[in-house]
């Protein structure tokens, strides 16, 4: 079957100037664009966008989707207060997402994690379309692990419940992980009943992420770190991300490599960061804190020598592929992470291209840190990358298995 001219309204709730939607929207689009695709995107923007200067970069961003054949729309997201501004934002969705579909031609709406798929659903019933429920994660469980909603409260139950109408409804399911499905296909919507499902693990252009000598001493050379061992973590901070944990591993590294360096690239609060390694001790030439655009993280990457990603050990990380971890194979880097993270904890002990730690404990970093100490740098940079193409390449494995995706599911005619 071909995707020639097949209409596609793609649903993100995350706004494609965040880093998110740069990574994890825009290439997939692309990629599948090239097979004859012809995508509506609409998506939802922070108060960032409708700056002066917001306005400049949606206008840019615009012109180059256009010039990929990807029609971007976009509404305001509200964020508080939290569950009337979602309300509001769904019914602007519809509403809004009705129009694109009658102007569009649209044939299937392909919707990113639950709000977006609320949206999906809402249309697919009134427009009798084909629907795909791109489940990023269990939504409702990953906000009680990291102690925004509880059990049982009432934006748990209402997202369980448009999750279960969204599984229901839906003519194909994407997950992240192998281990999840077995789970998700007997939950109350899928039990009983055949849907298409693809795995697609977040995955990372290659062209982008690679390792570069250049970066490397340049970016080494500006953080003052030429002959030190550097320890990286990208990304968020709190949560489900376990910040203290990973501050204790360096501290397990310190005392085993005293050269040793962690560079923090995190938006996140830099004062909880700083605390973090203050009260362990660290002295503040041992550690940085860096908050930088999408496009310089793969040079700051460079500059590392492996990759750390501790998350709160829970039934919801099943569910998870960190982006993270594409990103620092990619970069050549090794990669320490705890066990019960997705498809990751195995795949990194399997191919040897990090350390597995099962517990938060010093016996288990310094089982870690004996790993990494057993890497040759330039060895682990082509088996890392080997890796990173053989699953996370979002030419190679990501837009060829939504392709695939795409034609069983606009193929099946039921």
Request: hydrophobic share 40%; aromatic share 10%.
């Amino acid at each position: 079957m071909t995707l020639t001219n097949r209409r596609v309204l793609y649903i993100s709730y995350n706004g494609m100037l965040d880093p998110l939607g740069q990574s994890q929207v825009i290439p997939y689009l692309k990629e599948l664009s090239r097979e004859g695709v012809r995508f509506t995107l609409l998506s939802f923007e922070g108060p960032g966008a409708y700056s002066r200067e917001g306005l400049e970069r949606c206008e840019q961003l615009r012109s180059g989707l256009a010039g990929s054949g990807i029609d971007w729309c976009w509404l305001r997201y509200h964020k508080t207060p939290s569950l009337p501004a979602t309300i509001y934002d769904v019914l602007a969705g519809i509403r809004y997402g009705s129009r694109l579909v009658r102007l569009r031609q649209i044939e299937m709406i392909h919707a990113r994690s639950h709000i977006a798929a609320t949206i999906a659903l809402a249309l697919k019933k009134r427009f009798h379309l084909k629907m795909i429920f791109d489940l990023r994660g269990l939504m409702a469980e990953e906000y009680v692990d990291a102690e925004h909603w509880r059990k049982g409260s009432v934006p748990y139950l209402l997202t369980k419940t448009m999750e279960r109408l969204a599984l229901q409804a839906s003519d194909g399911v994407v997950t992240l992980t192998e281990k999840i499905w077995p789970m998700i296909k007997d939950w109350e919507g899928l039990r009983g009943r055949t849907v298409v499902h693809e795995v697609v693990p977040c995955c990372a252009d290659l062209e982008r992420f690679r390792f570069r000598a250049a970066d490397r001493d340049r970016q080494r050379h500006l953080l003052g770190v030429e002959d030190q061992f550097v320890l990286v973590y990208s990304g968020s901070v709190g949560g489900w991300y376990l910040a203290d944990k990973m501050a204790d591993f360096f501290m397990a590294l310190l005392k085993q490599k005293p050269d040793s360096h962690f560079l923090w690239l995190s938006g996140g609060p830099r004062e909880l960061i700083e605390r973090l390694m203050l009260e362990r001790g660290v002295s503040a030439d041992r550690f940085s804190v860096r908050a930088v655009a999408p496009a310089e993280v793969s040079s700051y990457l460079c500059a590392a020598d492996a990759g750390i990603a501790f998350y709160k050990p829970t039934f919801s990380r099943l569910a998870t592929s960190p982006v993270k971890v594409a990103e620092y194979l990619a970069c050549g880097l090794p990669v320490i992470i705890n066990a019960g993270v997705g498809d990751s904890d195995t795949l990194i002990d399997e191919h040897k291209v990090g350390a597995v730690v099962a517990e938060f404990n010093h016996d288990e970093y310094g089982k870690a840190i004996a790993v990494l100490e057993s890497f040759a740098p330039d060895e682990t940079r082509m088996r890392t990358r080997e890796v990173a193409r053989q699953f996370f390449d979002v030419q190679r494995i990501g837009a060829p298995r939504y392709a695939r995706l795409y034609e069983n599911v606009l193929g099946n005619t039921d």
